[in-house]
């Protein structure tokens, strides 16, 4: 017995590493935005305490409330259509009748290995008024006379960065999808169908209710990320009235452009309560939704 104990402490050894890299890269930047947070620092001079003065400051901010605004619309726009086509491919791709399904699989999984900026990169590109292979494509076949300026309009932009979002996550999403009507046992549905059921009874009385706790990480998540967008709209640029400004986006252009780091810091605090509550009011429903069932 007491071998065996010795032995075990060599496990030890090995997180060290971890919890010293995230004690120092992690966990003390943390804290010290915290302390930051609280005080008055342009990242010259020494920080001044102000107590809750940043806060307040945020209270009263409509930039910051502007950007919670278009963030949520942004998310909507992008979450919907990613999910119902994740969902749609998934469980396509699932049918043992279809041929070529891991080659589909990985085409529609590669954007997700993309990075952001380069997408955002891209969808300027393809949507530049002037220059843009869209309004080249839709002038060639008659649907419009004159170039579309599509980054000049606040919703069109919105709808241009939800699009690179749905873009680079639904083929993510699809696997985890995959995932999920993999572990649904066969012998349900071979039950439902000597019992006569459709294939849309299935899908809505076997398969649907199964994936639930798969549909609430893809959500949570989804939550998570959509409320943290940054790269693709900053590659866009704020839109028109600043249409596609995001939290992060904000937080980015207060304490790395103005060298406000202090109120940056409270920015920073105040995304983390917001995706906080929007994660436990999913928890929370989907809570509900089991003690009901």
């Known amino acids: 017995m007491r071998n065996s104990i010795n032995k075990s402490q060599y496990g030890f050894y090995f997180v060290v590493p971890f919890f010293v890299s995230f004690l120092v890269f992690g966990l003390t930047p943390i804290i010290y935005s915290l302390y930051l947070s609280f005080t008055k620092w342009d990242g ?9 003065a940043n806060y307040t400051r945020l209270l009263h901010d409509t930039f910051f409330f502007k950007s ?7 998310w909507i726009l992008s ?5 119902v086509l994740a969902l749609a491919l998934a469980m396509i ?6 041929r ?8 529609y999984y590669f954007p997700h290995i993309v990075t952001p900026v380069t997408l955002g990169v891209l969808f300027s590109l393809m949507f530049d008024w002037q220059t843009g292979s869209v309004n080249k494509m839709l ?3 008659g649907l419009i006379d004159d170039p579309v300026n599509w980054l000049n309009s606040p919703w069109l932009s919105r709808l241009i960065v939800a699009a690179v979002i749905m873009w680079q996550y639904f083929g993510f999403n699809m696997l985890v999808f995959i995932a999920g009507l993999q572990s649904i046992s066969e012998e349900l549905y071979e039950a439902a169908a000597i019992d006569g059921a459709s294939r849309w009874k299935i899908a809505t009385k076997i ?3 199964l994936l639930k706790p798969v549909l609430l990480f893809t959500f949570i998540t989804s939550i998570i990320g959509g409320l943290q967008l940054f790269d693709a709209p900053l590659m866009l640029g704020n839109g028109p009235d600043n249409s596609t400004l995001t939290m992060v ?5 207060t304490a790395f452009k103005n060298f406000d780091y202090s109120y940056g810091a409270a920015i920073a605090y105040a995304i983390f309560i917001i995706i906080l509550v929007f994660s436990l009011i999913s928890m929370k429903f989907s809570k509900m939704n089991k003690v009901e069932q």
């Open 44 to 52: 010259f001079s020494d920080p001044v305490f102000v107590g809750f």
């Open 68 to 74: 919670i605004g278009n963030t949520l619309i942004i």
């Open 79 to 83: 979450i919907v259509p990613q999910l």
């Open 93 to 98: 791709l699932n049918e043992k009748f279809i």
């Open 100 to 107: 070529g399904k891991h080659f589909f699989r990985a085409v």
């Open 139 to 141: 002038m060639s076949i």
């Open 207 to 209: 398969t649907l209710p």
């Open 249 to 253: 986006m904000y937080l980015y252009q």
